[in-house]
């Protein structure tokens, strides 16, 4: 019998390839439960998902059975042989990675896949914040024009600085657009970036970052040391009028601190694409007619969609195939060799 | 005999650069605001004894149309009588509201420097009769590109739309991932690739986009991964019905020159039946008023014409203004007389 692999969350864009990938290397089983005990009990014996060896796993699962945090982490690795998590996404904030190491199950994510678009949106969201479009825009929708707007709050985009905070796949993107008006790039990041070209200055510190940006545009992970890690200190320390664009998660941002720098104006305005509690958004957000508001859109795109299942998929199929894929999580990668093959 | 300097008037907000104003006409002109509240004012001040009486050279700016209208012909003509205004700075890179060829047909065009010697560092002539004209290329090419690029990237990954779902309460429900596009690898046409058509090419080449265009001249200043092609003849409606469903389904359109450019009943027609996917749009046909069909279309992308609103842009064109009218002051002409106005040796 061949090993199984279970899709939590659908695949849209990779269909018909998708059965050809597998044919004859896995079974693929689709999720059947409607909620998350009978997912965990259904990988035993005569259960729906018996033999399954990996998952493929989307953030729109959790709708039915819930966050893989350490309970379904550690239910799986009792009742199943699942020893690998192919996330399709980049985030993965929604495993518990601390507990796959415990148990030996390996998580991979699609880094790569969204990166360009991230990078766009992350763009956009600073163009429209820096000239307050989105403002515009709607001022222009509901029939005055531009009559709301006013030049003195809005700046061009050439030679102001960009700080960026993480300068993994998705910062250096983003960097790399924003050079070409240019903008001047500064980043601070865990370590120093190997090969980096030498327009992109290193700062030695968060703080150094929020004081020479213009925009401080975040590209870290959320995990337990990012988690509100801009927070009233950080904020404070960017000069005042600065633009803070959020494209990664939103609670790395201590929102309340945020909101009361809008409402004093010492953030201009935000460009975020990531909230707290999506899709939930903080109504004080609305209240101020300068920001630029999307609903996580930010790496989406026929395309980045399309590229984010099949990497996905891919790692799955490697893993079956030879007992590892690749795109291991970073906090994971040290652990590979121990009783994570099939 | 006057002893007086001769006068320059601010028709039209200067707002970033009067300490500039100061400087250059400094011992060279005397400043004059244009306040009339209506065109029937303006047209008395110009008048012999006039508020505006001696006026050499106007530093023009498209608010003040608000004010006294456009500089059609029935104002060019009483500026041409004044005897005294020989040159009109236009703050913008856009000069349609002034009848250029008004401007050209109040005389012939000599060869003319301040000391009666020969200008020939100078590509234009410039009239002793008529009234040369310059505006402010290269000053708005940045944020009318950036502008340009906004609109691009909003209507490929629908983002104004996800931004109105937001909003509206709805998150992103209802829309279509599979609508959204990446910028990198689509196609950007160009329709003339002067300063601001080529700023845009070298923006989105960062992703990058393939860049196609189409100008009057083929560019010499274009890079080698700008391809040059030749179709396209008239000007007015350029973009008709006839350009549009040449383009592929599903294409985009922006615009940030001139609403007239494109035959808004096409486009609309085009929206309609889903031909072209969506537009973005910072410029319309009759200002400020906007097609309400256009509003229909959530994925269309609308600003009101914000090109060069910001106050970087404005004050590099305030500065652009100005120094051609000092520079036709002090040597006889400015170097942005536009290219109507430039006639051959």
């Not at chain 1, 894929?325 to 994570?340: A, D, F």
């Not at chain 2, 011992?27 to 029937?40: E, F, K, Q």
């Not at chain 2, 609109?151 to 490929?156: E, F, H, K, P, Y």
């Amino acid at each position: 019998m061949l090993p199984r692999v279970l899709v939590c969350g659908e695949i849209e864009y990779v269909k018909d390839d998708f059965e050809e990938m597998f044919r004859g290397i896995a079974e693929i089983v689709h999720l059947v439960s409607d909620s998350r005990s009978h997912f965990l009990s259904s990988f035993g014996p005569d259960g729906p998902y018996e033999g399954t060896v990996a998952l493929y796993r989307r953030n729109t699962s959790s709708a039915v059975i819930g966050k893989f945090d350490a309970p379904l982490i550690h239910a799986l690795a009792d009742t199943s042989k699942v020893r690998w998590i192919a996330q399709s996404s980049s985030g993965y904030d929604k495993i518990d990675v601390q507990a796959c190491k415990e148990r030996g199950i390996l998580v991979s994510n699609t880094p790569r896949a969204n990166e360009d678009a991230t990078a766009t949106t992350a763009l956009y969201l600073m163009i429209s914040c820096l000239r307050r479009f989105s403002m515009a825009e709607r001022s222009l929708r509901s029939g005055t024009w531009k009559t709301p707007c006013d030049a003195a709050q809005t700046y061009d985009v050439t030679g102001r600085t960009l700080g960026i905070f993480g300068l993994g796949g998705i910062g250096l993107r983003f960097a790399h657009l924003a050079h070409a008006f240019p903008m001047r790039i500064i980043y601070f990041s865990r370590r120093k970036a190997e090969s980096v070209p030498d327009w992109c200055e290193y700062v030695s510190s968060l703080e150094e970052l929020c004081k020479q940006a213009d925009v401080l545009s975040l590209h870290v992970p959320l995990n337990q040391s990012t988690a509100g890690i801009i927070g009233e200190n950080e904020i404070r320390t960017l000069r005042r009028g600065s633009v803070l664009l959020n494209t990664s998660r939103g609670r790395i941002v201590d929102q309340e601190a945020m909101i009361r720098a809008l409402e004093d104006g010492h953030l201009s305005s935000v460009g975020l694409d990531v909230y707290p509690d999506e899709p939930c958004i903080d109504p004080r957000l609305l209240t101020f007619p300068q920001c630029t508001l999307l609903p996580h859109i930010g790496g989406v795109s026929a395309e980045s969609s399309r590229a984010k299942e099949l990497q996905a998929l891919g790692n799955l199929k490697a893993f079956v195939l030879g007992g590892i894929g690749e795109n291991i999580v970073p906090e994971l990668k040290t652990g590979i060799g121990n009783s994570t093959m099939l | 005999m006057s002893s007086r300097q001769p006068r320059i008037l601010i028709c039209g907000n200067l707002v970033w650069a009067h300490e500039e104003a100061r400087q250059f006409f400094d011992g060279l002109a005397d400043l004059v605001v244009m306040d009339s509240p209506n065109r029937a004012d303006f047209l008395v001040g110009l008048k012999s004894g006039g508020k505006y009486d001696q006026i050499a050279g106007i530093y023009r700016h498209n608010t003040s149309a608000d004010r006294i209208g456009v500089f059609d012909q029935e104002i060019i003509d009483a500026l041409a009588e004044t005897g005294t205004v020989k040159w009109i700075a236009h703050n913008g890179a856009g000069y349609d509201q002034i009848d250029v060829l008004r401007c050209a047909n109040k005389g012939d065009f000599h060869i003319l420097h301040p000391l009666g010697l020969p200008s020939m560092r100078f590509h234009g002539l410039t009239s002793n009769l008529g009234i040369s004209v310059s505006n402010t290329p290269g000053a708005v090419d940045d944020a009318t590109a950036t502008t340009a690029l906004y609109l691009v990237i909003s209507c490929l990954r629908n983002y104004a739309w996800a931004e109105q779902s937001l909003r509206q309460g709805t998150f992103k429900s209802g829309l279509d991932p599979g609508r959204a596009h990446d910028v990198t690898g689509r196609t950007l046409g160009i329709l003339g690739l002067g300063g601001i058509g080529l700023r845009l090419a070298h923006l989105v080449h960062a992703f990058p986009m393939r860049v196609v265009y189409y100008s009057r001249n083929k560019s010499a200043n274009a890079p080698e991964w700008c391809e040059y092609i030749d179709s396209l003849e008239g000007l007015f409606h350029l973009v008709g019905e006839k350009e549009i469903r040449t383009m592929k389904k599903g294409s985009i359109i922006v615009n940030t020159a001139r609403g007239k450019v494109v035959d808004e009943e096409a486009m609309i027609r085009a929206l309609e039946d889903g031909h072209l996917s969506s537009v973005g749009l910072d410029v319309y046909p009759n200002e400020p008023l906007v097609n309400p069909r256009l509003l229909e279309f959530p994925q269309n992308v609308l600003l009101p014409h914000m090109g060069t609103e910001n106050q970087d842009s404005q004050r590099h064109m305030e500065v652009r203004a100005l120094t051609n009218l000092r520079d036709f002051l002090r040597d006889g002409q400015g170097n942005d007389l536009i290219p109507e106005l430039r006639s051959k040796l």
